[in-house]
């Protein structure tokens, strides 16, 4: 874990020795994705070393999620005050109201760019505000290099990097059930490419445009419906997504926001396939060190998938990389991780 020098506020709760820390998780309790996974993940992982004080939004979806975020920034503003925890470990929605407390507050931040999404001028408008916030934090955790440095340049000097955590067993998909999946969903005799979940802000309309002109299967996953019409759009359970992906020639991830890691490349990735993506934001960290492709336009996409499809030997070579790379990030790190963390704030407050 790389971390920058924690920023410390004095007087928070006192902890006697050998206690286990009191620690309150703000998460989703709709279906988590992307970053909503992460943050369940911590409620988790802390549970072996913490007293976890469960604090889940209400559950909802499409427009909905708006609504609850508003309620979820109410609730824990009245809420936290009256919880006996030593630590908040609170999302960036939350992070807003600087709940009073005399608990230490820990921001999970995954990226902050949301000019993709209906509220994007919303977040735009409160980014100063946000700025301040995190620099008053005990602690800020991001994904990866891009958004700490970009914390940094904006003088958040609190920032720790502690990447996802995967059950990385799961990756390892039998040669069996793949061709089970592909039976099973008529996805048999020629390539597949995968292209993302579906979302405008994920890119796989105009990836689709851009590539149709092969002959190969096209996938979308997520909640969403499919982009256009000829995209086949699979609603799976997490094994069957993995089954998926250890099926697909390609995942092609041109997000067009500044993401924060991309979970989906790196799920590809462990599970032995190529990935070719736009490299917004954290994913450049991601495929760059993975071995993977970046392609920042999606005018050069052809030119990049191309090869994967024709080449097996070269397709080898990627999935021999994203494999090495994708399983470095064992739920055993990120417990570690979080736990010292926790700990070491627990510790100087008291």
């Excluded at 061709?179 to 020629?190: D, M, P, S, V, Y």
């Excluded at 190529?274 to 960290?285: A, W």
């Excluded at 024709?310 to 990627?318: A, E, L, N, Q, V």
Aim: hydrophobic content about 40%.
């Amino acid at each position: 874990m790389t971390t920058a020098s924690p920023a410390t506020r004095m007087g928070g709760p006192s902890v006697s020795p050998g206690a286990r820390p009191r620690v309150m998780v703000l998460r989703r309790a709709d279906r988590p994705l992307g970053g909503d996974i992460y943050e369940e993940m911590i409620a988790q992982c802390l549970r072996g070393a913490c007293d976890v004080v469960d604090f889940a939004s209400p559950r909802a979806n499409g427009i909905g999620r708006y609504w609850n975020t508003i309620r979820t920034i109410r609730d824990v503003r009245r809420q936290v005050p009256r919880r006996a925890v030593d630590v908040v470990v609170l999302n960036q929605d939350a992070a807003l109201m600087r709940p009073r407390s005399r608990a230490k507050r820990v921001v999970m931040l995954h990226h902050i760019d949301y000019s993709c999404t209906l509220m994007g001028w919303v977040y735009a408008a409160l980014r100063p505000r946000l700025y301040r916030v995190l620099a008053e934090a005990d602690a800020v955790v991001v994904p990866g290099r891009f958004w700490r440095d970009a914390l940094q340049t904006r003088g958040v000097r609190n920032v720790h990097i502690i990447p996802n955590g995967f059950n990385v067993e799961q990756f390892s998909v039998d040669h069996r059930d793949v061709e089970a999946f592909r039976l099973r969903h008529g996805l048999t005799g020629k390539p597949i490419i995968y292209l993302g979940t579906t979302g405008r802000q994920k890119g796989g309309a105009e990836a689709y445009r851009i590539l149709q002109r092969f002959d190969a299967h096209f996938v979308v996953t997520g909640p969403a419906p499919a982009p256009v019409p000829r995209v086949r759009h699979l609603r799976l359970a997490y094994r069957e997504y993995l089954q998926l992906l250890a099926a697909s020639t390609v995942a092609v991830t041109m997000s067009q926001f500044d993401e924060g890691w991309c979970r989906v490349a790196h799920e590809a990735m462990a599970c032995g396939t190529p990935v070719v993506g736009s490299g917004r934001g954290g994913m450049r960290e991601l495929l760059e060190d993975g071995g993977q492709c970046v392609c920042p336009e999606f005018a050069a996409l052809p030119a990049a998938v191309e090869p994967l499809l024709r080449d097996p030997g070269f397709r080898d070579r990627m999935r021999s990389d994203g494999i090495a790379y994708g399983r470095r990030f064992t739920l055993e790190r990120f417990t570690r991780a979080w736990t010292e963390l926790i700990t070491r704030l627990v510790e100087v407050g008291s």
